[in-house]
């Protein structure tokens, strides 16, 4: 099974890229998913979160995400300890969902991770997909939403790899700046390519 990493910076269409991999065929893992139902009562993080963040997880386990992120945003050693419970629960999840994949006959899964490359699992996949757009362009899609300005923008972009270097380490380019159907067509001529007899990771 060849396994792509599928990542790009807030506002790139990244989400909506991932669907078309799987319109096209491939088993697709979303981190973020897999974090909420971790987040969401009954799930794994509330339990053993619930001792060291007690003001951001509710009566029924619920992980306030909001209060979460600002608990730890100015505490380093707040953000270290939560990142060392939970990075391997989502890794945990992912494992199951390779093994689930692998077992139905996927024979490309992609692994939709926004932050690919700063927990390095870019040496993971076989190659790298990146998916981006001009700098305007990204702007205007993030400042469009509900709650989001310039401000906190700058606050996001700033824990993210910088798109040049994304797209320096990338495999493969998805620019959805060109709209829908230009990158559903270079989603399917990727598929294409990986699918190939003999096809090896650049």
Same mark, same amino acid.
């Given at each position: 099974m060849? &396994? &792509?990493?599928?990542t790009?910076?807030?506002?790139m269409?990244?989400?909506?890229?991932?669907?078309?991999? $799987?319109?096209?065929?491939?088993?697709?893992? #979303?981190?973020?998913?897999?974090?909420?139902?971790?987040?969401?009562?009954?799930?794994?993080?509330?339990? /053993?979160?619930?001792s060291?963040?007690?003001?951001?997880?509710?009566?029924?386990?619920a992980?306030? /995400?909001a209060?979460?992120?600002?608990?730890?945003? @100015?505490?380093?050693? $707040?953000?270290?300890? +939560?990142?060392?419970?939970?990075?391997?629960?989502?890794? $945990?999840?992912?494992a199951?969902? &390779?093994?689930? $994949?692998?077992?139905?006959?996927?024979?490309?899964?992609? +692994?939709?991770v926004p932050?690919?490359?700063?927990?390095?699992?870019?040496?993971?996949v076989?190659?790298?997909?990146?998916v981006?757009?001009?700098?305007?362009?990204?702007?205007?899609?993030?400042?469009?939403?509900?709650?989001? #300005? @310039?401000?906190? +923008?700058?606050?996001?972009?700033?824990?993210?790899?910088?798109?040049?270097?994304k797209?320096?380490?990338?495999?493969?380019?998805?620019?959805?700046?060109?709209? &829908?159907?230009?990158?559903?067509?270079?989603?399917?001529?990727?598929?294409?390519e990986?699918l190939?007899?003999?096809?090896?990771?650049?």
């Amino acid at each position: 099974m060849i &396994l &792509l990493g599928l990542t790009g910076s807030i506002g790139m269409g990244k989400s909506t890229t991932a669907a078309m991999f $799987a319109a096209a065929g491939a088993a697709v893992y #979303d981190a973020d998913a897999a974090v909420h139902g971790l987040y969401a009562a009954g799930g794994e993080a509330g339990p /053993r979160l619930m001792s060291l963040f007690p003001e951001a997880v509710g009566n029924d386990g619920a992980v306030d /995400r909001a209060v979460l992120s600002r608990r730890v945003k @100015a505490d380093p050693v $707040a953000l270290a300890t +939560l990142e060392q419970i939970v990075h391997p629960l989502v890794a $945990a999840e992912r494992a199951g969902f &390779l093994d689930a $994949a692998s077992t139905s006959g996927a024979r490309v899964a992609v +692994l939709d991770v926004p932050l690919l490359f700063e927990t390095g699992l870019e040496r993971s996949v076989d190659a790298v997909v990146v998916v981006t757009a001009e700098a305007q362009v990204q702007r205007a899609r993030v400042l469009a939403r509900p709650g989001m #300005d @310039a401000d906190k +923008l700058a606050l996001l972009l700033a824990r993210q790899t910088p798109d040049a270097d994304k797209r320096s380490r990338a495999s493969f380019i998805i620019d959805t700046g060109h709209g &829908l159907a230009a990158a559903r067509a270079r989603v399917e001529a990727i598929m294409a390519e990986v699918l190939q007899p003999g096809w090896k990771p650049t």
